[in-house]
Structure formats: C-alpha cells, structure tokens
C-alpha cells in the first residue's frame, strides 16, 4: 500500500513543531580567566578560568548567564520546515534580525552597550560577529585569590565572597572591593611568603569568546590599544592592568599603575615582571592578538580597603 502526503500538510506541521517543540542544544565550554576562584578553586595573579555553556532554542534567541563557572548562553535561529511530493516546497521560519554594532570609533565606549540579560556579556548573539563591538565580544568576569585559608569564596579573601555567577556590572560601571593584606613573614629566606594566597582580585573582559564552547580565541578586531577609565579608591596598592595570551591557565603579563584614572594600555606595553625574591613562572611575552584584558589590584605590599571600577573601555585603533 501506498500512502499520499499532502505537501501543505507537512508544511504545517514542521511549523507546528518549531514553534511547540522547539529543539534545545546544549555546549560546555571550558576558557581560562586570569586567577578566578571559580567554583571554589583558586587561581594564581594573572590566571583565567571561565566556562561557556552555549545554549541553542528555537525560534528566538538571547544571551542567558547563568550558574557559578558559567558565561550567558547563545540564542541560536529559526529553523525551516519540511518538504514533500513531487512537487517540493519549503518553509522558512526567520530568526530575529541582530542589529549591526556601531561603528568602532576612538569614542564608543564597550561598556555603554547592551551588556546582556545578565549584564556581563559584551556583543549581543554570542552566536554572530555582526554585534560586536570593535570586534570584541566575551563574558566580563570577577576573579580573585583565596585569602589566608586558602578557600575561595570566604570572608578572608582580599575581595570576600566573589561569586562568578554575579555581575560586577551596574549602571554602565564594573566595580569589585576589598581589602589587601600584608605579605606573611617567614623564619627563613626569603623573608615573606611571597606565594601566599592573597596577591589581590580584579575585573577580566575576554575580548573574543566565539560562544561555540572551545574556548577563548586571540582578539582580531581594529583596536591596538584600550583606553580605560578607572576609578574608585586605594591606600597606597599597585593597579596591574594586563593581557591574557592564551585560552589556558597561565599567568598574565601586565603594566603597573598607583592611583585610579585614565589609562591607555598597548598589547605590546604589558610585560612579565623580573622579582629578586619571586619568580613569575609561567607568564608568557606578550603578542598583538591578546585574550583577554584584566584590571586587578595587588595585594601583599600595601594593607587596606580598596574600590577599583571600570567606568568605561574604549579602543584606540
């Protein structure tokens, strides 16, 4: 026996089941986020460690952030509907239409977009480049040490109670705060402990996360350089703003500054420090195609409260 499908049906019912059904894809992604305790692990300054999950529905799409280790999710398109006999014929269901980035321009501030659902994601649809900003698109993460228990996510470290899951981003401006400690003293040479677990905490941007969950990838956009406008208050810490090199743990080279306010930071203007008491293993040269940029501030010379805030990020081409 031979069954006769009529083609408007199919048609029909592929509609129907985009729009009730909807097919749900899910993606883990695994970055590096320069000295995260995410998850309740601890990073040494400078290393990085995000997790991407990428969700996928049908029909509309919007970036979604979520839980603790993990980055706003991807909206994906519309899909189409079935064909059938002899005369075939196909129905299309659109997807929203992403709205173009604006033009990079020394004066666009990445910060004053549309951050997200969630408020921590620069470039709208994870899942397009045609939103994003300079070509930047990436979580805004916190990442800090963890304090003199060495258990992240305590009273004791320097920024208490950092939790990835939650936006240092309100109003236009990203801000952590805190308080350094000293460096401990030891009984032998050299005379502190420089590898303590209280080196500071900060602010990262990953620069080009392509939302596909594998991973950070070097920045490729126009900007060579990126301005940022800090503010808030220290007593006397160093203000390291860097460049992370690769998608994995490793340790960031950076520039120092004392004081909160504008500066512009090259690629190729941080570099890894040279200590006579510390050795800063791991830190790779810096390149031009960057992963991320982190602001962060010390800990272990200077002892006290702190507020450091990212009021604006805007590239120099």
């Keep these: 026996m031979q069954y006769q499908f009529d083609p408007k049906t199919v048609v029909v019912l592929a509609f129907f089941a985009l729009h009730c059904g909807g097919a ?20 040494s300054p400078g290393t990085t460690q995000a997790t991407l999950a990428t969700q996928v529905t049908l029909p509309s799409t919007s970036p979604t952030n979520g839980t603790t280790n ?10 189409s509907g079935g064909t059938s006999g002899p005369a075939s014929s196909t129905a299309a269901i659109a997807g929203p239409t992403i709205p173009p980035a604006p033009a990079c321009t020394p004066s ?14 620069i470039g709208g649809e994870a899942s397009s480049s045609i939103d994003n900003p300079c070509g930047v698109q990436g979580l805004i993460y916190t990442f800090g040490d963890a304090g003199p228990d060495n258990v992240a996510g305590t009273a ?20 952590v705060s805190g308080m350094t400690k000293m460096w401990p003293p030891t009984n032998s040479i050299p005379d502190y402990d420089y590898n303590a677990p209280i080196w500071g905490c900060g ?5 080009n996360d392509p939302g596909l969950g594998s991973g950070t990838s070097p920045y490729n956009g126009p900007a060579k350089k990126f301005k940022l406008a800090l503010s808030g208050s220290t007593l006397g810490q ?10 994995t743990v490793s340790k960031t080279p950076f520039k120092e500054f004392y004081g909160l ?46 507020e450091l805030c990212i009021e604006g990020l805007y590239p120099v081409l």
Aim: with cysteine; charged share 15%; glycine share 18%.
């Design 24 to 43: 749900v894809m899910e993606e883990s992604r695994d970055g590096t986020s320069n000295g995260t305790s995410f998850g309740g692990t601890s990073a």
């Design 70 to 79: 993990s980055v706003g999710g991807v909206g994906g398109r519309g899909g």
């Design 108 to 121: 666009l501030n990445l910060l004053g977009g549309n951050l997200g659902p969630n408020g921590n994601w």
């Design 156 to 175: 004791d470290d320097t920024c208490p109670f950092l939790d990835p899951a939650v936006s240092p981003c309100k109003d236009g401006r990203c801000c």
């Design 203 to 207: 602010i990262g941007i990953s620069l």
């Design 238 to 247: 160093e203000v390291r703003v860097g460049y992370t090199q690769v998608a």
């Design 261 to 306: 306010e504008k500066v512009t930071v090259g690629f190729r203007d941080v570099e890894c420090p040279v200590w006579n008491n510390y050795s800063y293993e791991g830190c790779i040269d810096p390149g031009i195609h960057p992963h991320a940029l982190q602001v962060w501030i010390a800990g272990g010379d200077a002892a006290g409260p702190f």
